[in-house]
Protein backbone atom coordinates (compact mmCIF):
# COMPACT_ATOMS: atom_id res chain seq x y z
CA UNK A 1 0.00 0.00 0.00
CA UNK A 2 2.61 2.46 0.86
CA UNK A 3 4.65 1.82 -2.78
CA UNK A 4 1.87 2.15 -4.34
CA UNK A 5 0.69 5.84 -2.38
CA UNK A 6 4.49 6.75 -3.08
CA UNK A 7 4.13 5.58 -6.73
CA UNK A 8 0.91 7.56 -6.98
CA UNK A 9 2.52 10.59 -5.88
CA UNK A 10 5.63 10.59 -7.58
CA UNK A 11 3.54 10.36 -10.65
CA UNK A 12 1.21 13.09 -9.93
CA UNK A 13 4.21 15.27 -9.13
CA UNK A 14 5.77 14.30 -11.93
CA UNK A 15 2.60 15.67 -14.33
CA UNK A 16 2.04 19.09 -12.14
CA UNK A 17 6.16 19.81 -12.81
CA UNK A 18 5.18 18.99 -16.53
CA UNK A 19 2.16 20.60 -16.84
CA UNK A 20 4.30 24.02 -15.29
CA UNK A 21 6.73 24.04 -18.89
CA UNK A 22 3.44 24.96 -21.23
CA UNK A 23 0.96 26.94 -21.25
CA UNK A 24 -2.44 24.92 -20.80
CA UNK A 25 -5.07 26.89 -22.27
CA UNK A 26 -4.07 29.01 -25.68
CA UNK A 27 -7.58 30.84 -26.73
CA UNK A 28 -7.27 32.36 -30.23
CA UNK A 29 -9.93 34.96 -32.30
CA UNK A 30 -10.01 34.76 -35.63
CA UNK A 31 -11.73 35.80 -38.79
CA UNK A 32 -12.28 32.98 -41.10
CA UNK A 33 -12.94 33.78 -45.13
CA UNK A 34 -13.62 30.58 -47.35
CA UNK A 35 -15.30 29.01 -50.50
CA UNK A 36 -18.11 26.83 -49.95
CA UNK A 37 -20.11 24.38 -51.74
CA UNK A 38 -23.05 22.06 -52.01
CA UNK A 39 -22.36 18.40 -53.16
CA UNK A 40 -25.63 16.88 -53.99
CA UNK A 41 -26.82 13.49 -52.79
CA UNK A 42 -29.34 12.83 -55.67
CA UNK A 43 -29.06 12.63 -59.49
CA UNK A 44 -31.97 14.72 -60.09
CA UNK A 45 -29.91 17.97 -57.76
CA UNK A 46 -27.77 20.01 -60.03
CA UNK A 47 -24.87 21.46 -58.55
CA UNK A 48 -24.41 25.16 -59.86
CA UNK A 49 -21.29 26.16 -58.69
CA UNK A 50 -19.13 27.64 -55.26
CA UNK A 51 -19.82 30.63 -53.27
CA UNK A 52 -17.67 32.79 -51.44
CA UNK A 53 -18.83 32.74 -47.64
CA UNK A 54 -17.25 33.45 -44.37
CA UNK A 55 -16.89 32.58 -40.52
CA UNK A 56 -15.48 33.92 -37.36
CA UNK A 57 -15.36 32.82 -33.48
CA UNK A 58 -13.25 31.82 -30.85
CA UNK A 59 -11.13 28.54 -30.71
CA UNK A 60 -9.65 26.90 -27.77
CA UNK A 61 -6.45 24.75 -27.10
CA UNK A 62 -6.61 22.50 -23.72
CA UNK A 63 -3.08 21.48 -23.86
CA UNK A 64 -2.58 17.68 -22.09
CA UNK A 65 1.00 18.44 -23.31
CA UNK A 66 2.86 20.62 -25.02
CA UNK A 67 2.84 19.57 -28.55
CA UNK A 68 -1.20 17.46 -28.38
CA UNK A 69 -4.33 19.70 -27.23
CA UNK A 70 -8.17 19.16 -27.10
CA UNK A 71 -9.26 21.67 -29.86
CA UNK A 72 -12.44 23.30 -29.44
CA UNK A 73 -14.49 26.58 -28.90
CA UNK A 74 -17.39 28.91 -30.50
CA UNK A 75 -18.01 29.65 -33.87
CA UNK A 76 -20.00 31.02 -36.46
CA UNK A 77 -19.84 29.51 -40.00
CA UNK A 78 -21.86 30.69 -43.01
CA UNK A 79 -22.14 28.28 -45.88
CA UNK A 80 -23.95 27.38 -49.07
CA UNK A 81 -23.93 26.79 -52.64
CA UNK A 82 -26.29 26.88 -55.54
CA UNK A 83 -28.01 24.00 -56.72
CA UNK A 84 -31.01 23.61 -59.19
CA UNK A 85 -33.90 21.00 -59.62
CA UNK A 86 -37.39 20.78 -60.40
CA UNK A 87 -40.07 21.32 -57.94
CA UNK A 88 -43.48 21.69 -57.21
CA UNK A 89 -46.17 24.34 -55.72
CA UNK A 90 -49.05 26.08 -56.05
CA UNK A 91 -49.35 29.25 -56.99
CA UNK A 92 -53.09 31.26 -57.62
CA UNK A 93 -54.78 28.26 -57.05
CA UNK A 94 -52.87 26.35 -60.23
CA UNK A 95 -50.33 23.58 -59.31
CA UNK A 96 -46.71 24.15 -61.72
CA UNK A 97 -43.66 22.21 -61.96
CA UNK A 98 -40.72 24.54 -61.71
CA UNK A 99 -37.11 24.67 -62.65
CA UNK A 100 -35.79 26.21 -59.68
CA UNK A 101 -32.28 27.59 -58.70
CA UNK A 102 -31.62 28.64 -55.27
CA UNK A 103 -28.24 30.56 -54.07
CA UNK A 104 -27.85 28.66 -50.33
CA UNK A 105 -27.26 31.05 -47.58
CA UNK A 106 -27.08 28.98 -44.73
CA UNK A 107 -25.66 30.22 -40.92
CA UNK A 108 -24.49 27.71 -38.13
CA UNK A 109 -23.44 27.72 -34.65
CA UNK A 110 -20.52 25.31 -34.56
CA UNK A 111 -18.56 23.33 -31.89
CA UNK A 112 -15.27 22.24 -33.18
CA UNK A 113 -13.98 18.57 -31.48
CA UNK A 114 -10.66 18.11 -32.42
CA UNK A 115 -7.11 16.97 -31.51
CA UNK A 116 -4.32 19.31 -32.55
CA UNK A 117 -0.96 18.31 -32.94
CA UNK A 118 2.05 20.60 -32.64
CA UNK A 119 5.54 21.55 -33.16
CA UNK A 120 7.96 22.89 -31.35
CA UNK A 121 8.60 26.86 -31.70
CA UNK A 122 11.19 26.82 -34.73
CA UNK A 123 12.63 30.09 -34.65
CA UNK A 124 9.46 32.12 -34.10
CA UNK A 125 7.21 29.65 -35.91
CA UNK A 126 5.59 26.53 -34.45
CA UNK A 127 3.35 24.38 -37.06
CA UNK A 128 0.24 22.55 -36.14
CA UNK A 129 -2.57 20.44 -37.58
CA UNK A 130 -5.88 18.91 -36.55
CA UNK A 131 -8.86 17.07 -37.02
CA UNK A 132 -11.77 16.19 -35.85
CA UNK A 133 -16.13 16.67 -35.91
CA UNK A 134 -17.93 19.87 -36.38
CA UNK A 135 -21.52 19.71 -34.70
CA UNK A 136 -23.65 22.66 -35.88
CA UNK A 137 -27.15 23.97 -35.48
CA UNK A 138 -28.52 26.21 -38.28
CA UNK A 139 -29.43 29.85 -36.79
CA UNK A 140 -30.05 31.34 -40.58
CA UNK A 141 -31.25 30.27 -43.74
CA UNK A 142 -31.87 32.49 -46.65
CA UNK A 143 -32.06 31.99 -50.29
CA UNK A 144 -32.33 33.60 -53.49
CA UNK A 145 -34.26 31.77 -56.32
CA UNK A 146 -34.88 31.74 -60.33
CA UNK A 147 -37.93 30.36 -61.24
CA UNK A 148 -39.25 28.61 -64.24
CA UNK A 149 -42.82 27.18 -64.69
CA UNK A 150 -42.64 24.58 -66.82
CA UNK A 151 -46.17 22.55 -66.41
CA UNK A 152 -49.51 23.30 -65.24
CA UNK A 153 -52.67 21.28 -64.48
CA UNK A 154 -55.99 21.91 -65.72
CA UNK A 155 -59.03 20.34 -65.55
CA UNK A 156 -57.74 17.85 -68.61
CA UNK A 157 -53.71 17.17 -66.83
CA UNK A 158 -50.39 18.29 -67.06
CA UNK A 159 -49.55 20.91 -69.88
CA UNK A 160 -46.63 23.29 -70.64
CA UNK A 161 -47.76 26.48 -69.18
CA UNK A 162 -46.46 29.89 -70.61
CA UNK A 163 -46.55 31.58 -66.82
CA UNK A 164 -43.85 34.35 -66.36
CA UNK A 165 -41.30 33.04 -64.49
CA UNK A 166 -39.66 34.97 -61.63
CA UNK A 167 -36.56 35.99 -59.06
CA UNK A 168 -36.46 36.32 -55.35
CA UNK A 169 -33.81 37.23 -52.74
CA UNK A 170 -33.57 37.00 -49.20
CA UNK A 171 -36.74 34.39 -48.89
CA UNK A 172 -36.70 32.15 -45.23
CA UNK A 173 -36.04 28.91 -46.19
CA UNK A 174 -35.30 27.49 -42.97
CA UNK A 175 -38.26 25.33 -43.18
CA UNK A 176 -36.34 23.46 -46.38
CA UNK A 177 -33.08 23.10 -44.30
CA UNK A 178 -32.26 20.52 -41.01
CA UNK A 179 -31.52 22.52 -37.94
CA UNK A 180 -28.33 20.09 -37.51
CA UNK A 181 -25.18 19.84 -39.24
CA UNK A 182 -22.22 17.36 -38.55
CA UNK A 183 -19.18 18.07 -40.69
CA UNK A 184 -15.21 16.30 -40.39
CA UNK A 185 -12.87 19.06 -39.82
CA UNK A 186 -9.06 18.69 -41.41
CA UNK A 187 -6.87 21.94 -40.76
CA UNK A 188 -3.08 22.76 -40.76
CA UNK A 189 -1.03 25.97 -40.36
CA UNK A 190 1.50 27.94 -38.19
CA UNK A 191 1.84 30.54 -35.57
CA UNK A 192 4.23 33.43 -35.64
CA UNK A 193 5.01 34.34 -32.01
CA UNK A 194 4.96 38.02 -31.45
CA UNK A 195 5.85 37.98 -27.35
CA UNK A 196 5.51 36.08 -24.80
CA UNK A 197 2.19 33.61 -25.04
CA UNK A 198 0.59 35.98 -28.05
CA UNK A 199 1.19 34.73 -31.77
CA UNK A 200 -0.73 35.28 -35.18
CA UNK A 201 -2.64 32.25 -35.92
CA UNK A 202 -2.97 31.70 -39.74
CA UNK A 203 -4.56 28.26 -40.85
CA UNK A 204 -6.07 26.35 -43.60
CA UNK A 205 -9.22 24.19 -42.81
CA UNK A 206 -11.79 21.95 -44.83
CA UNK A 207 -15.04 21.67 -43.29
CA UNK A 208 -16.14 18.54 -44.93
CA UNK A 209 -20.36 18.34 -44.11
CA UNK A 210 -21.30 14.29 -43.47
CA UNK A 211 -25.01 14.90 -42.83
CA UNK A 212 -27.91 16.08 -45.02
CA UNK A 213 -28.73 19.67 -44.69
CA UNK A 214 -31.89 19.94 -46.70
CA UNK A 215 -35.37 18.83 -46.29
CA UNK A 216 -38.01 18.95 -48.51
CA UNK A 217 -38.73 17.04 -51.66
CA UNK A 218 -38.26 17.38 -55.32
CA UNK A 219 -39.51 16.01 -58.42
CA UNK A 220 -38.14 13.02 -60.26
CA UNK A 221 -36.94 13.51 -63.96
CA UNK A 222 -36.48 10.92 -66.55
CA UNK A 223 -33.37 10.98 -68.34
CA UNK A 224 -34.39 13.70 -70.70
CA UNK A 225 -34.77 16.04 -67.55
CA UNK A 226 -38.16 16.36 -67.83
CA UNK A 227 -40.86 15.30 -65.13
CA UNK A 228 -42.29 12.17 -64.16
CA UNK A 229 -45.54 11.85 -63.42
CA UNK A 230 -46.98 8.98 -61.43
CA UNK A 231 -50.91 8.58 -61.12
CA UNK A 232 -51.88 11.83 -61.93
CA UNK A 233 -49.31 13.99 -60.06
CA UNK A 234 -45.38 14.70 -60.18
CA UNK A 235 -43.51 11.57 -58.29
CA UNK A 236 -41.59 12.85 -55.49
CA UNK A 237 -38.05 12.60 -53.90
CA UNK A 238 -36.12 13.75 -50.84
CA UNK A 239 -33.83 16.80 -51.93
CA UNK A 240 -30.61 15.55 -50.25
CA UNK A 241 -27.09 17.69 -50.32
CA UNK A 242 -23.86 18.07 -47.96
CA UNK A 243 -22.58 21.49 -47.55
CA UNK A 244 -18.89 22.24 -47.45
CA UNK A 245 -16.26 24.74 -47.10
CA UNK A 246 -12.60 25.24 -47.43
CA UNK A 247 -11.37 28.62 -45.25
CA UNK A 248 -8.80 30.63 -44.48
CA UNK A 249 -7.96 31.24 -40.74
CA UNK A 250 -6.62 34.25 -39.61
CA UNK A 251 -6.27 35.16 -35.89
CA UNK A 252 -4.67 36.35 -33.10
CA UNK A 253 -3.44 33.80 -30.15
CA UNK A 254 -3.41 34.39 -26.39
Known amino acids: MKKITLFTLLTLSAIIINAQDFQKFKIAARFSPGIAWMKPDSKYI ?32 RMGGSLSYLNSGRYDGVDYVMSRTRDYRLQYVEVPLTLKLRTNEIGYITYWGQFGITPGLN ?11 LYGKTDTGWGETDRVSFSSEDEDIK ?11 IGAGIEYSLSGNTAVHVGITYNNGFTDVLDGDLVVTDDSDKPVFEGGNPKKNEMKAMSNIVQLNIGIKF
Not at 55 to 72: K, L, P, Q, R
Not at 175 to 185: A, C, H, Q, W
Open 139 to 149: INAKGDDNVDF
Open 46 to 77: TDEGNVARFGFGISMDIHFTENYAFGTGLEVT
Open 175 to 185: NDVNIFRVGLL
